[in-house]
T-cell receptor, first 114, second 114 residues
């Protein structure tokens, strides 16, 4: 049981380049999330998808777009990367968006924008 | 909007000593509280959670946390730490509102020394 799988694990981009971070979960979870982790700031929510077919902005959505391709997959796209987007990106899923439903995280994608 | 403060960014401690990682939150409504642990180069894993009922909650590996409503705190404690407890620990809060989003603190790096 793989849980939440993210690809790639590492990526270096030049300013202005675009890329898509992929995420897939095999737990039949309804809700999926994208977070970024920066030193001293914890994790901040970029976008989430409460269920298949819906997406909503989180705390820091600017510069990003998402697609909930199907129940399993939730991708994050950077259309024109900026150095401020250098971060570690985590995808997570939960069975529901309910209050007690814990999040299951992938191992992260470390992105550097030069 | 709610916020979560983890007062210590780093906590060095010797093996077999007790430890307390502090977490305070700001919210005037009912909250649901979580502690997550992140080992090096991995995603976050749920350590324990408080939803309702007994204010003292325990994890399977000896950690415990106590919900204190009057002090708006949810400190994490362990009476005797091991080298393997070295990791970063994140406190998180979820509030019963329309967003239901999980807000993370900045993290505390626990460094257990032999």
């Amino acid at each position: 049981n793989a849980g939440v799988t993210q690809t790639p694990k590492f990526q270096v981009l030049k300013t202005g380049q675009s890329m898509t971070l992929q995420c897939a979960q095999d737990m039949n979870h309804n809700s999926m999330y994208w977070y970024r982790q920066d030193p001293g700031m914890g994790l901040r929510l970029i976008y989430y998808s409460a269920s298949e077919g819906t997406t909503d902005k989180g705390e820091v959505p600017n510069g990003y777009n998402v697609s909930r391709l199907n129940k399993r997959e939730f991708s994050l796209r950077l259309e024109s990367a900026a150095p401020s987007q250098t971060s570690v990106y985590f995808c997570a899923s939960s069975e529901f968006r309910g209050l007690g439903s814990p999040l299951h995280f992938g191992n992260g994608t470390r992105l550097t924008v030069t | 909007a709610q916020s979560v403060t983890q007062l210590d960014s780093q906590v060095p401690v010797f093996e077999e000593a007790p430890v307390e990682l502090r977490c305070n939150y700001s919210s005037s409504v009912s909250v649901y509280l979580f502690w997550y642990v992140q080992y090096p180069n991995q995603g976050l894993q749920l350590l324990l959670k408080y939803l309702s009922g007994s204010t003292l909650v325990e994890s399977i590996n000896g950690f415990e946390a106590e919900f204190n409503k009057s002090q708006t705190s949810f400190h994490l404690r362990k009476p005797s730490v091991h080298i393997s407890d070295t990791a970063e620990y994140f406190c998180a809060v979820r509030v019963n509102n329309a967003g239901n989003m999980l807000t993370f603190g900045g993290g505390t790096r626990l460094m257990v020394k032999p």
